[in-house]
């Protein structure tokens, strides 16, 4: 079937603006899954398979290859996605407030490395609005069987016009209370390249309270989760430009605070080892890169991260997962769960199927 989908990438999807192609692709999954026969058919062709079910972060999930955070901003396509195949499904990144995100053009192809550039800016509706779209969305996922109904996290990040660590910290808050008794685990992002000042949170001092602050909030929220944990589980997604010294403080930080997790890695904001050309580079402007070029660094990240914190955190493993190869590459460096996007629009939506089963290291 991959054939089919690189011809209707070639003739329909790559012609127009990346932007526009995954509003369409998308929306053809959300169209599908409005009629029964078809969701049905689809639902049972990509099902996950009972063996490659695995219990991480206190929850079992279907497979262990997940859809990253960025594709479904404002939760309201996780049903469609999630016949697809996909083991677990990272909403947002949604914000404390709507915002617009940066002006378009702001996602570009770089087709012969299969990669993608993107600065959206975190274009969203806002935590009160995601949180009224994630709670239709769990209603209908409840039809679902539960040995193949994924799990789904929630990404938040930060309000792009609040300023200072007082009010990210409380922007951070106000998502986690709306949003916290939604997710079956949290995300705080603090590595996207696209929002000023929002990786200078990965700083352990800023960091700290930060986390303090979305685990208080959490625990306020959800005094009765449903999982092995006793609390909703929280991972921290970091960025591949961190240098390998605090990629050591920020895990080590984790493990002290008890957080569970860590998602390595957000895009990159390097321009390293690309086959396209650099005037095609240069013209897409900056903005975070995705894809195969991230898959070396992302894969030492997750090794790193092993090595420091041994089995007390879950690493969750994003940037260049293209292949059976690289998701048991991966796996191998000491992931626990995998999650990719940018295959997703080079490869299809069988693509995650082929993922999840590659993900079954029995
Ligand atoms: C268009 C686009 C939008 C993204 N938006 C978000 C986002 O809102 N929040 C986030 O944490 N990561 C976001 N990401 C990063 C992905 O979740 C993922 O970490 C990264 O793309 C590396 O994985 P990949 O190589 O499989 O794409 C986005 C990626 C792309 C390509």
Redesign the pocket.
Known sequence: MGFVYKLLFRTVFAPMS??RA?HIGFGAIKAFDRVPVAREAVGRALRPRPEESAEVLGLRFPNRFGL????D?NADGVRGLARLGFGYI?V??ITGRAQPGNPAPR?FRFTRDR????R?G?N?VGADAAAVRLADQRRLLERIPAPVRPVVGV?I?KTKDVAGLEATIADYRHSTGLLAPLADYL?L?V??P?TPGLRDLQAVESLRPLIQAVQETAAQAVPHPRNALGHVPLLV?IAPDLADADVVAVTELALELGVDGV?A???TISREGLRTDAERVGAAGPG?L???P??GR?CDMVRLIRRTAGPGLTVIA?????TAADARARLAAGADLL???????YHGPFWPRRIAAAAYPG
Do not use: D
Request: hydrophobic letters at 40%; a negative charge; proline letters at 2%.
């Open positions: 990346a932007e995954h990253a955070a960025g594709f901003k990272e947002g990144t996602m990669a993608l550039v993107n959206m975190f969203n990404n990040g995300v992002n590595s996207s696209n997604k998602v890695s957000n895009t975070g995705s894809g195969p991230l898959a992302a994003a940037g260049g997962i293209e999650q990719g996007y940018t295959g997703f629009i």
